[in-house]
């Protein structure tokens, strides 16, 4: 078995046991990328000689130091939406350019603080818009389980990464679904935490009231670790919060005995796939089977939840990608006065999905149409919100499908815009209302597809919602099937 | 309601994007379908539902707010790396005044 397919902790025990180098492993990993990255694409930017600089670093700083993470000397994989000092930032856009951050995102300096290793920069739809990765300006990223079908997305290259052991683990970035998605599709794990648990100063922004940062490992517990290192207040991000942060692999203990899962019936209605639907519910079994107490549970409006989140988010995209304008970074047109430059540069710069959002969101904003589509829109995010409140007077953590299929083909839903924004419908409430999600495997469709748990947990408590999810995956063997390329 | 082609160039000014002819016919025709889809958010009644403002309690983030202070000094060289014109110690950009 090569180094590149241990896991972050086996790779760690390994690393503290000195039976191996982070050089020895650093290499191992990028090996890997040149024998299986032909075929998935799963990296846009690889940064071999820094990463073997840190890997360098990190041996020496086990020789010298005591107190030392886990995470340390550990190649991880990053999203290109995360700005990287040196290291070209592309965020899958043209307009862009080849854009050099001049600082690292927060989570990116807790990842050199730790001693991690940064291999390089990952696909995804452009400006983390899109459910396949197929909305990247370069090239579409393929699922490792089965070359014609899609990723996931927009985390899409960070899951194909992990799952075909092109790192050991990576982050994502989740603003409807977008680490729990992929994950599910590439049948890795994805953690989505509680909005303001994890800095978003450095990632760009797409949907500022609903982006947040996660991990996206091999198993639970490689998640536990990677959130310890993720989370936190940042003065740089005045929403991120200042509650203290548990010992998250401390709250693996196995156990389910006693915790209540909701399992919402609105979830589970037509136009799910209906392997999916059984894997689901064996898996709530399971989790009976081992002591959790399960309660239907309802989330009336859940139906509306795509509708709010195609108003707020474009919404806020269509605010925040007002800063490409040509002028101080990235792509710039030549035309004949500043309004042209500006017109021709975004037409140039952005791509047709960016586009689309860009004009939906400006459209909801404008005069005579805020009322009726925003503030609506929010109104009824309030109600979204109110539900899971409800909810979780009862219930610890609530168990859904992850997506209501498995990976489809690649070109399958691109001349459908709605159609894919439906790939999203069980991922994206949770965003809306701020918590805390996470995807991991629970079996395979008739063609060999991974498909994806979604476990959501309430406000903060990512601890109850991985002791849930790690107890579920000590019980079954899912998480240890990897696809054969 | 139909959503014209006026009505996308519109739009598109507002968002300062130069459409074609094509892609203004075909955003005319995708963004009706999803603008009448989101209409169904019109089936609730919503006149004593308040505004969603922040899933977070905003209390416990005014609390915490840093001093207004420079801690990242900016340096004009790097920060003008990207410039896709500079002159000197300024970033270059096309006439505003005719």
Not at chain 1, 159 to 175: I, K, M, R, Y
Not at chain 1, 213 to 241: E, F, R
């Amino acid at each position: 078995m090569s180094l590149s397919a241990l896991t972050l902790q086996q790779a760690s025990e390994k690393l503290r046991r000195r039976e191996i180098s982070s050089v020895e492993l650093t290499e191992a990993v990028f090996q890997r990328i040149s024998a299986a990255d032909d075929k998935i694409h799963a990296y846009l930017t690889l940064a071999r000689e820094s990463a073997l600089e840190q890997a360098k670093q990190a041996d020496a700083r086990r020789n010298s130091a005591t107190q030392l993470s886990p995470l340390l000397g550990i190649p991880i994989a990053v999203k290109d939406n995360f700005l990287t000092r040196g290291v070209r930032t592309t965020c899958a856009s043209k307009i862009l350019g080849d854009f050099m951050p001049p600082y690292d995102a927060t989570a990116i300096v807790k990842l050199h603080a730790a001693g991690a290793v940064i291999v390089g920069k990952t696909n995804l739809d452009e400006f983390a818009m899109g459910s396949s990765a197929e909305n990247s300006a370069f090239h579409p990223t393929r699922n490792p389980w089965n070359l014609g079908r899609i990723p996931g997305g927009s985390s899409g290259g960070s899951a194909a990464a992990v799952a075909a052991d092109e790192c050991l683990a990576a982050l994502g970035t989740d603003t409807g679904g977008s680490i729990r998605q992929p994950a599910a599709c590439c049948g890795i794990v994805g953690l989505k935490p509680t909005y303001g648990r994890v800095s978003r100063y450095g990632i760009i922004a797409f949907a500022s009231s609903m982006d947040q940062v996660g991990p996206m490992t091999k198993d639970v517990s490689d998640a536990a670790c990677l959130l310890q290192v993720l989370a936190g207040h940042d003065p740089a991000d005045s929403t991120s919060s200042i509650r203290s942060v548990p010992d998250y692999s401390a709250a693996l203990n196995g156990d389910v005995k006693g915790i209540c899962i909701g399992v919402p019936k609105e979830y589970f209605v037509s136009g799910i796939q209906p392997e999916v639907e059984k894997s689901v519910r064996a898996a709530v079994q399971e989790l009976a089977k081992n002591g959790a107490r399960i309660e239907e549970i309802s989330l009336p409006h859940t139906e509306y939840a795509v509708a709010v989140y195609y108003v707020v988010a474009t919404a806020e995209a269509s605010s925040n990608l007002a800063r490409y304008d040509g002028m101080r970074f990235g792509h710039r047109a030549e035309a004949k006065d500043l309004t042209e430059t500006y017109m021709i540069t975004r037409a140039e710069g952005f791509g047709a999905e960016v586009k689309r959002r860009i004009m939906l969101g400006t459209y909801v904003l404008s005069h005579g149409y805020y009322d009726a589509y925003y503030l609506k829109a929010q109104r009824v995010r309030t109600l979204i919100r109110r539900d899971f409140d409800n909810a979780f007077t009862h219930c610890d953590v609530i168990v859904t499908p992850t997506a209501p299929t498995t990976a489809f083909k690649l070109a399958e839903k691109t001349q459908d815009p709605l159609q894919m924004y439906l790939s999203d419908i069980y991922t994206i409430s949770t965003n809306l209302a701020g918590l805390p999600a996470l995807s991991l495997p629970c079996g395979f469709d008739n063609d060999n597809l991974p498909i994806g748990l979604q476990m959501i947990g309430k406000h903060f408590d990512e601890a109850t919602l991985l002791r849930a999810a790690h107890a579920y995956e000590q019980a079954t063997d899912w998480h240890k099937k990897t696809p054969t390329l | 309601m139909k959503l014209t082609r006026e009505s996308v160039q519109r739009v598109a000014t507002l968002a300062r994007l130069r459409l074609t002819a094509d892609e203004e016919t075909a955003l005319a025709g995708e963004l009706d379908r999803i603008l009448g889809y989101m209409d169904k958010l019109n089936d609730l009644d919503t006149s004593n539902v308040p505004v969603f403002a922040h899933s977070n309690d905003v209390s416990e983030i005014l609390e915490k707010l840093r001093d207004d202070k420079v801690v990242n000094r900016p340096n004009t060289d790097i920060l003008l790396a990207n410039a896709p014109e500079r002159d000197k110690t300024f970033f270059r950009v096309p006439k505003i005044i005719e």
